[in-house]
């Protein structure tokens, strides 16, 4: 991968990589079991600058490029999926919009909270109407003295109870077809205020919390168990004017591009999960014997760690050149689609292989691979399922061949 990483990318890496060995690890396996949010490693991970690390300094971000970042989030989930999806959630989908389409005021008032992490972020998009049809939304911003007033709900949304700060969307214009959604800010104290007190992160008191937003029940998922879903409660919430997020109308094509952005996470949320499983199942199969052979020495077994093997490093390509891209500032939507797919149905086959691989004990919580299998489906589904991203592509590729 030297194509695309430098020396002090490689140097981060290895920080990351570190941090989830001696810190992650240890941990991980008793916090899915709980479900239970990873408050005391999400401030140690706040005090290195790891949630704000594409975000410039001006803002209290580390200014790191966003390869560095897509390194991060690879590096978190090779170890567990939960404190990737942490990081990832929050800084592509709480802090980006802002950062993109905020003022300079709101810039300056909102994302040093988040590039700090001393608060979490997240975005309120997808609705129980309006999940891959994100144009469908129903949560209504009318015009009041002063700002808007908004009613609605947001459903699996990240961060909802333990964040602070949101980017949601709500319809202002109903006749207005695609250009009917606006971007609002809006801010409710976390869940877990005993605990972030006692920690000293994920609450700021000092901030303007927007009168009827509230988390509401927590799910009870498959995977991510250690990262906060809950939905998200608009009840005549009143939000001033100075927290509309964008052009009004400019929502959708927003959220969009927002979205791109967050692709190139998941897929590296992905391909860190797949590598994770691949290094389970290699490392098994040479300690393991069967027959009275290492299960290594079995051509099958050769055959399917060469084919994991072989598409990890297709993914690594894939999902490298897209956060290039998007460091260069060129377009990169079809091909965070391209790395979203392929990454996010490869860790799939890679954690149904590794269990496979592994025989009964892959199917017990002795060894991760069970939780990398179960944490591995939604990357199949949110951001976009993969039926989605085909769609992405497909329309890109006739736009490419044809111009219209």
């Known amino acids: 991968m030297d194509r695309?990483?430098?020396?002090?990318?490689?140097?981060?890496?290895?920080?990351?990589?570190?941090?989830?060995?001696?810190?992650?690890?240890?941990?991980a396996r008793a916090l899915d079991e709980r479900s239970e949010f990873p408050w005391e490693n999400v401030r140690a991970m706040a005090e290195k600058g790891w949630m704000g690390i594409p975000i410039p300094q001006e803002y209290g971000g580390m200014g790191k490029d966003y390869l560095s970042y897509t390194l991060a989030v690879e590096e978190l989930a090779r170890v567990d999926a939960s404190h990737s999806i942490t990081v990832s959630a929050h800084t592509t989908l709480g802090t980006s919009p802002i950062l993109y389409f905020g003022t300079e005021e709101q810039k300056k008032k909102w994302i040093p909270f988040l590039a700090q992490g001393r608060v979490l972020g997240g975005f309120g998009l997808t609705e129980p109407g309006a999940g891959s049809d994100a144009s469908g939304t129903r949560t209504r911003a009318v015009r009041v003295d002063g700002g808007w007033r908004i009613n609605g709900s947001k459903i699996f949304i990240t961060h909802a109870g333990v964040g602070e700060i949101f980017v949601v969307t709500a319809v202002t214009d109903p006749e207005g077809g695609s250009k009917n959604i606006t971007n609002f800010i809006v801010c409710k104290p976390t869940v877990d205020l005993d605990r972030t007190e006692a920690l000293g992160v994920g609450h700021a008191p000092e901030l303007d919390f927007t009168p009827g937003v509230r988390a509401g029940k927590k799910e009870d998922k498959m995977g991510w168990r250690a990262s906060d879903t809950r939905e998200l409660l608009l009840e005549d919430a009143l939000v001033p004017e100075e927290n509309q997020l964008g052009e009004e109308g400019r929502g959708f094509i927003n959220f969009m591009k927002t979205l791109d952005a967050g692709r190139v996470g998941v897929?590296?949320?992905?391909?860190?999960?797949?590598?994770?499983?691949?290094?389970?199942?290699?490392k098994y199969t040479?300690?393991?014997?069967?027959?009275?052979?290492?299960?290594?020495?079995?051509?099958?077994?050769?055959?399917?760690?060469?084919?994991?093997?072989?598409?990890?490093?297709?993914?690594?390509?894939?999902?490298?050149?897209?956060?290039?891209?998007?460091?260069?500032?060129?377009?990169?939507?079809?091909?965070?689609?391209?790395?979203?797919?392929?990454c996010s149905e490869l860790c799939m086959r890679a954690t149904t292989q590794a269990v496979q691989l592994l025989g009964g004990v892959g199917?017990?919580?002795?060894?991760?691979?069970?939780?990398?299998?179960?944490?591995?489906?939604?990357?199949?589904?949110?951001?976009?399922?993969?039926?989605?991203?085909?769609i992405v592509i497909g329309r890109q590729l006739v736009r490419e061949a044809f111009g219209s």
């Open 363 to 390: 199917y017990t919580q002795d060894y991760p691979v069970e939780r990398m299998m179960r944490d591995a489906k939604v990357c199949e589904i949110g951001e976009g399922t993969s039926e989605i991203q085909r």
């Open 267 to 282: 897929a590296a949320l992905s391909l860190g999960l797949a590598e994770g499983a691949f290094e389970e199942a290699l």
């Open 286 to 342: 040479q300690e393991r014997e069967q027959f009275g052979r290492k299960i290594w020495d079995f051509q099958a077994v050769h055959f399917r760690l060469a084919d994991l093997g072989t598409e990890i490093q297709a993914g690594k390509h894939l999902t490298y050149h897209a956060a290039w891209l998007q460091d260069q500032g060129r377009p990169f939507g079809k091909e965070a689609a391209m790395a979203k797919l392929f």
């Open 4 to 27: 695309y990483l430098t020396e002090e990318h490689k140097e981060f890496q290895e920080e990351i990589r570190h941090f989830a060995e001696t810190r992650i690890r240890p941990v």
